[in-house]
Every structure is written in C-alpha cells, then in structure tokens.
C-alpha cells in the first residue's frame, strides 16, 4: 500500500491561485473525489495534501479547507503541508496557530518561481530554524541550479528535517543531468534531508518518455539517500501533464522491479509513516 505525500487539491470557488492564470492545463478544479477513485484503485491507503500556492490571504483557509475534506467520513487525507512565508514578520505568531492545530505536518515554501536569494534574507532564515523541535517538517521545491541553496539551509538548520520535492526537479526533457546529477550527490549527504520521488513525469516529454527515460533520475535519487530516507508522491494533478496517477504509480512498480519488500515498502509508506507520525 501507498502513503501519497504530495497531492494538490484546486477549488477555485473556494480559494484563489493566481499563478493559475499562466498553467492553462491545471486550470479548473481538481478535487478530492477525482483523486481518490483512482487512488483507492492503485493502492493507496493515505495522503498528505500539499500547498498549492494560494493567494497569500488565503493560506490558513486552505488548510481549512483541506481538513475539511479530511473530516468526511473514509476520506484518505491524513495532514496537510501548509502554505507559509518565512520572509515575513508574521510567520513566529503563524507557527504559533499551527502548532496547535495537529492535522498541519510540515510547511512548503516554493522557491523555483522567487528570486534565489529570498532565502537568503535573514529572517527567512531565522524562521526556518525555529521549526527545530516542533516535529514540522519544511518542503524545498527548487530548480537544479537552486540546490546549492536549499543545502544552505540544510546546513543552518540541522535540527529541522527537510523534504526535497520532485527529485530536484531534473530537466528531464532536455536531457540535462548537469549540474542536477552532482548537486543530488551533495545534498544528499545530509542527514536532515529526505529526497520525494515524485513530479518526474512532468518533467519528461509527455509523448516519448518511458521508464527507461526515468530510471535515470529516480535511480540517482534513491542511490544518494538511501532507503531510509526516500518518500513518494504522486504530484497529483500535475502528473497528469505527463500520463496521470495510474501511468505514474504503474511507473513506479516499473522503476522499482527487483528491488527488496523491506525496501519498496520504506519508500511507498513505511519512511512517511515515521515521518510524519502518521501510524
């Protein structure tokens, strides 16, 4: 069975995403319902939902929003990755509210779509490490030539554990495994750094790639890290970019022939579940 720590919900009657404007392909609503009917079908048993990069004014109502959902009954929903701004002055009393408030299991700046030295700015970083001891987690979604940044803030923070989202977020399509491939190496040699297999479909051309295409990177990912420090997510719906959730989790079985129960349950659930403390 699968834990998904990445699915993005959209309900634009509920919440606004201005950078929806410009992703014509993910621009209407995508919801829980949808999700699930294929999800239960594949095998999973849980998910977390991740930001989705709303309108600033509207963080804590999707938190909101998504524990929501979690409420109906057999929902699969187990915790949120919330929105936060750790450049601003109001994140210490925003920590405060989320931590009480248990479904919120970690936080999720996106750094690829800002200046690189926003999380430079001393604030930024003072916040960051006032997630050591909450057991929050905190998400880096950067670009390859980004990573060198997010291993900054490994290093600043030793006490916070980090999620590096989408592999690094390798230029797949274009064949670009430099400096991608080296920066992998460096990150992962730090022990408060979990890399998510996740978000490579999208990367790849969506009309040629195939698991071959992948193996690659994700093989690299997983190499670095090792198995104990490895989670999966489905990226849903901007997997469907490159296939959708049913092409991307038969990949994953794919990419993952050969290897050991022990191992592919680690990485499918066993390593999120320790994580996140989700039983």
Not at 24 to 29: H, K, V
Not at 117 to 129: H, T, V
């Amino acid at each position: 069975m699968i834990i998904d720590t990445h699915l993005h919900l959209i309900d634009q009657s509920a919440l606004r995403y201005p950078w929806l404007a410009g992703a014509p392909a993910l621009n209407r609503d995508f919801s829980y319902d949808e999700y699930a009917a294929d999800a239960r079908r594949c095998g999973i048993e849980g998910v977390l939902h991740m930001e989705v990069d709303v309108d600033p004014a509207d963080i804590a109502a999707e938190t909101a929003h998504v524990k929501s959902i979690a409420g109906r009954p057999g929902s699969m929903l187990k915790g949120a990755i919330a929105s936060c701004r750790p450049e601003e002055p109001g994140f210490e009393a925003y920590l405060e509210t989320v931590k009480a408030e248990p479904f919120v299991k970690g936080f999720r700046r996106v750094l690829h779509v800002v200046p690189d030295d926003l999380s430079e700015g001393a604030l930024f970083r003072q916040n960051i490490k006032r997630l050591a001891g909450t057991g929050l987690t905190f998400d880096l979604v950067v670009l390859p030539h980004q990573i060198p940044k997010a291993m900054a803030l490994a290093d600043l923070a030793p006490d916070v554990q980090f999620i590096l989202d989408h592999c690094g977020v390798p230029d797949i399509k274009g064949n670009a495994e430099h400096p991608w491939r080296e920066h992998m190496e460096a990150i992962a040699k730090r022990p408060n750094v979990v890399g998510k297999i996740s978000g490579v479909v999208a990367y790849a051309d969506p009309e040629t790639w195939t698991v071959e295409t992948l193996k690659p990177y994700v093989e690299h990912t997983i190499s670095g890290f090792g198995w104990d420090r490895v989670v999966w997510g489905s990226d849903w719906p901007v997997c469907t970019l490159g296939g959708g959730l049913t092409t991307w989790i038969a990949a994953t079985h794919a990419l993952l022939a050969g290897t050991s129960d022990s191992e592919r349950t680690r990485l499918l659930s066993g390593n999120a579940r320790r994580l996140w403390r989700l039983g």
